[in-house]
């Protein structure tokens, strides 16, 4: 089992930058697969990004390629989300997942704000 804690999210104004990262526990961490997933208010969980164990492979959906980079430190125990261009549709609060073996384990999730 994994736990994760989210930090970095926060106010920032459209077409700037933020950086979230996110801690995990436990001395497997290389062997999730990591991503980020966001929940604006009224809408569903959607995907965002994720990087491979090894952080050779990395996916990310239309809406965010270009923009969004996700980036992990197997050596701490981290995993990175760093958004450039941001709109004000990136407005939500963002989770942090690991994914191993059929198992999926959350972050508490931080908010994310882009103002226009």
């Known amino acids: 089992q994994v736990q994760l804690v989210e930090s970095g999210g926060g106010l920032v104004q459209a077409g700037g930058s933020l950086g979230l990262s996110c801690a995990a526990s436990?001395?497997?961490?290389?062997?999730?697969?990591m991503g980020w997933f966001r929940q604006a208010p009224g809408k569903e969980r959607e995907f965002v990004a994720t990087?491979?164990?090894?952080?050779?492979?990395?996916y990310y959906p239309d809406s965010v390629k270009g923009r969004f980079t996700i980036s992990r430190d197997n050596a701490k125990n981290l995993v990175y989300l760093q958004m450039n261009s941001l709109k004000p549709e990136d407005t939500a609060v963002y989770y942090c997942?690991?994914?191993?073996?059929?198992?999926?384990?959350w972050g508490q999730g931080t908010q994310v704000t882009v103002s226009s």
């Open positions: 990087i491979s164990g090894s952080g050779a492979s990395t």
């Open positions: 436990g001395r497997t961490f290389s062997m999730y697969r």
């Open positions: 997942n690991a994914h191993r073996n059929g198992n999926d384990y």
